[in-house]
């Protein structure tokens, strides 16, 4: 019996350190460039850091949540600026999410008549925490410096100490929830709706189990206390300033008249059916979100995903019918209406606005409920393989046969698609493009010039203007230079900077008219075409003047 526990732990101990290689590995390079949203967080940690104004929220680009910009600034302070420290922390929460995940899992599976076994349990809980490891989609996300992969780990250990403390009752595990819960405030604008999983999964409490009020009150209001708490910070940030609360969203909405033109029904229900969509037939359409045209889910996930799914939906269902027509109370129509209200609840950010769709990082928060209920037919089929007891010789080939099947799947899952990332996606141009490669070309061909040449970046790429008067397109630039490279100035339009010689001026897009103003004044200077990665459409022009 130790033995097989130590096994399922030092398996568990490999998926996770699988998990951390595949989010870390060649970070610098994969994906290829920085986007420009994901400097915005570098440059304001950047600024936090010289300043020591370290925000609640962050105004920048629309308005962020600070928690995670404060973040990205303590690891510039460790590791120093550079493309690892920003997506440090993506990488550690990327890993976070799959050990959340196995105990979640298993914290569910426990009281599941199927998994009743301690074993069993465990291995649906494994089998879970493998899918999120290996899954292109968690894969992704834990590679690029957004602050939405933040909310899976606070998602699935909060989650976890709730449910544990309706087992043991105990005040420490639901004031651990309660903290972490509330530090998901802090995160990203989506989790904002997930205390409607809360309320849902108090509902299903109530209808399925008695006298709860008289055995949780205390604890319930120990919980809502520690959230208070520890999203207090952010609340109050809010309250002094109202205007954080706006965001683009309203632009987007399937509410507003000019996105539904008047058809309210017919573009929330086509919304919805994309949201759908995406996990087995019709992908993202963006490359940084996803590999198009390819659905979230490899084909054996997807189907795994489906049947788990429409499983619960209709145990959901028919205990419900149980419990109100012939009073049966069941646990596991608790469970079932938690993974439910999970997945739909968190759906709800990507289906209510009607741009980009499918939109796999507004619905980031259904990641790792996704997993556990592909989780749950894979556990089933292999808890009944395991559980086959051959009496005779003539079954043994047979489950030697199902193990190899079984041994093939798990295989299939993991090299499909880590070679999906690494490989395929990898060198797709349309990654290279999405990723703005061009841009962090510019920075690397800047840090590589002496330091007695003046250099100036005409910040002509567009975007939003950020708080530093720079677009959002400058940010990499601006990141990837920082302390790295002297005598850099941007270019701005409409503004003075008289020019120095020698100099080298970049173009961040191609624009004949600043090439030939600059040929005016400086007859000799030099137009070249810069491609540092040819055959990816990342290169650049820069006009050298001696």
Not at 193 to 221: H, M, T
Not at 358 to 387: D, E, M
Request: hydrophobic share 50%; net charge positive; charged share 15%.
């Amino acid at each position: 019996m130790q033995n097989k526990k130590t096994t399922y732990w030092l398996l568990l101990a490999v998926v996770i350190a699988a998990a951390f290689l595949l989010r870390a590995y060649n970070i610098e390079n994969i994906p290829a460039g920085i986007y420009p949203d994901e400097a915005v967080n570098g440059t304001d940690a950047l600024l936090a850091n010289e300043t020591g104004n370290y925000r609640w929220f962050y105004t920048n680009n629309f308005g962020r949540e600070g928690l995670f910009i404060n973040l990205i600034a303590g690891a510039f302070k460790i590791f120093g600026v550079s493309i690892f420290a920003l997506k440090f922390w993506p990488i550690i929460f990327g890993t976070l999410t799959v050990l959340g995940v196995f105990l979640l899992s298993f914290e569910l599976f426990r009281g599941w008549p199927a998994f009743a076994k301690a074993a069993a349990g465990k291995r649906a809980a494994l089998i879970a925490a493998y899918l999120t490891a290996f899954s292109f989609w968690a894969i992704n996300f834990s590679r690029i410096a957004f602050r939405a992969v933040m909310m899976l780990p606070v998602l699935v250990f909060s989650f976890y100490f709730i449910f544990r403390g309706l087992r043991t009752e105990k005040y420490r595990d639901f004031i651990l929830a309660g903290l972490i819960f509330g530090l998901g405030f802090h995160t990203y604008i989506a989790f904002r709706i997930a205390p409607l999983i809360l309320i849902i999964l108090l509902l299903a409490i109530l209808i399925s189990q008695r006298n709860v009020f008289r055995r949780f009150w205390k604890k319930i209001i120990v919980f809502a206390i520690c959230v208070f708490i520890s999203a207090s910070p952010l609340l109050f940030d809010f309250y002094q300033h109202p205007e954080y609360l706006q965001s683009r969203t309203g632009a987007i909405s399937v509410f507003s008249p000019e996105v539904n033109q008047g058809h309210l029904i017919k573009t929330l229900s086509q919304s919805v059916g994309l949201s759908l969509v995406k996990f087995n037939f019709w992908g993202d359409q963006n490359w940084r979100h996803n590999y198009p045209p390819y659905p979230v889910l490899n084909p054996v996930v997807g189907i795994l995903f489906l049947i788990g799914l429409i499983y619960l939906i209709a145990e959901f269902f028919h205990l419900l019918f149980l419990r109100f027509k012939k009073k049966t109370r069941d646990r596991k129509f608790i469970i079932y209406s938690f993974l439910l209200s999970w997945f739909f609840a968190l759906l709800i950010p990507e289906f209510l606005t009607a741009e980009g769709l499918p939109h796999c990082l507004r619905s980031i928060g259904t990641l790792p409920v996704v997993y556990i209920i592909s989780a749950i037919p894979f556990a089933w089929i292999l808890g009944k393989f395991t559980n086959l007891q051959p009496t005779t010789h003539n079954l043994q080939p047979i489950k030697i046969a199902l193990l190899i099947i079984f041994a093939a799947v798990f295989a299939f899952v993991g090299i499909f698609n880590t070679a999906k990332y690494f490989v395929f996606w990898a060198e797709k141009p349309q990654q290279h493009g999405t990723f703005s490669e061009n841009f962090k070309n510019i920075a690397l061909y800047l840090n590589s010039l002496p330091d007695e040449v003046n250099k100036y970046v005409a910040a002509n790429g567009g975007g939003r203007i950020m708080e530093d008067g720079l677009p959002v397109s400058a940010q990499p630039v601006k990141l990837l230079t920082y302390q790295k490279t002297e005598n850099l100035k941007f270019l701005q339009q409409g503004q003075d900077c008289p020019l120095e010689t020698p100099m080298v001026i970049i173009l961040m897009n191609y624009d004949q008219y600043i090439i030939d103003r600059v040929k005016l004044f400086y007859p000799q200077a030099q137009v070249e075409k810069i491609d540092l990665n040819p055959g990816y459409g990342s290169d650049f022009v820069s006009i050298v003047v001696e």
